[in-house]
């Protein structure tokens, strides 16, 4: 990695490990927590790491629907296994797995522009399939917790949903720049993105598999914190999990931290805290999440250590 690389690697490093520290010091007891993560239920936590498998398989689905959309053809047991290595890099490795899958996507044929953009606008269908999630369920709160605190919920979640309308919409005008500026690479590129937004997000068979894929991702993933939860012996229904989960997973996606470290646990604590679950339990579940999410990555490693072509350049995760 570069010196930039690996600054912005370490500045990541350096804010997850703050946040979890600060977190230590406030209410939240490393002991109690630790206990708790010894007496989870051994057949829920089998279940639950199962169902993260199947999250790594819906994740290179998603992302094949994308590349046949733009018409960069990917196998499907290739998008699966690149998604998967993918998955490694950033969970074990802290490292960009996108950035990885592109190089694999390149490397198996696609073009570097298809390759890219593949990957970008499958994320941006990702996020876009959990910010609905994420205003679509808020109202299961009402009832659960405070009146205005539930309204202002739903506000954020609607606006937040309205960027990421907005987020597309520009994509989908990058090519209105004049033509004498196509000298430019750059502005090349844009075009290209623009042109494949439009295959994506204005043709309604892609659209509603892509989305469809993504509302599947975030339930899924919600269905393992649930069970999770279970294991734990945490006092929570799985419409709290619907409600409360996508919006942690929202959080954690800001590109600050090591895989989420840090911000998800205080997003877990604060959320879970306003239907009266405990810091410790709630802190608890959040660090189980993280590291069965490493367990179900590991396997990504044996894939990618299988391939024959390892010259890979690295570069920090962006989320």
Same mark, same amino acid.
């Given at each position: 990695m570069t010196r930039k690389q690996t600054l912005a690697l370490a500045l990541k490093i350096l804010v997850s490990a703050g946040l979890i520290v600060w977190l230590f010091e406030s209410n939240v007891e @490393?002991?109690?927590i630790q206990d708790r993560l010894l007496q989870v239920s051994l057949p829920l936590l089998a279940a639950g790491f199962g169902v993260f498998l199947v999250q790594l398989l819906i994740g290179g689905v998603r992302w094949k629907v994308v590349t046949d959309a733009i018409g960069a053809r990917l196998a499907l047991g290739q998008a699966v296994r690149f998604f998967y290595i993918g998955a490694f890099f950033s969970q074990i490795l802290s490292v960009g797995g996108d950035a990885v899958r592109i190089y694999k996507a390149y490397r198996a044929g696609l073009g570097l522009g298809p390759?890219?953009?593949?990957? @970008?606008l499958e994320r941006a269908g990702t996020i876009l399939a959990l910010l609905l999630i994420v205003a679509a369920t808020q109202p +299961?709160?009402?009832g659960r917790i405070e009146v205005d605190l539930a309204a202002t919920m739903l506000l954020a979640a609607l606006l937040a949903l309205g960027a990421g309308i907005a987020g597309i919409v520009v994509l989908l005008q990058l090519d209105r720049?004049?033509?004498a500026l196509d000298r430019w690479? +750059?502005? &090349?590129?844009? &075009?290209?993105v623009a042109g494949d937004t439009r295959r994506v997000f204005l043709a309604p068979g892609p659209l509603m598999r892509l989305l469809a894929c993504g509302v599947l991702?975030?339930?899924n993933l919600t269905f393992a914190v649930y069970l999770l939860a279970q294991g734990l012996a945490i006092?929570?229904?799985? @419409?709290?999990?619907?409600?409360? +989960?996508p919006p942690v997973i929202l959080i954690a996606t800001v590109p600050i931290t090591i895989g989420g470290w840090g911000l998800r646990e205080g997003a877990m604590i604060v959320l879970l805290g306003l239907i009266g679950v405990p810091e410790n339990d709630a802190g608890a579940l959040s660090i189980l999440t993280g590291l069965v999410g490493i367990a179900a990555a590991l396997p990504g490693g044996v894939l990618w250590l299988l391939d024959k072509d390892h010259r890979i350049v690295l570069a920090p995760n962006e989320g």
């Open positions: @490393f002991a109690a390759a890219v953009n593949g990957v @970008f +299961v709160l009402r720049m004049p033509v690479r +750059v502005v &090349r590129g844009l &075009r290209a991702t975030h339930l006092e929570v229904s799985w @419409f709290d999990c619907l409600a409360l +989960v």
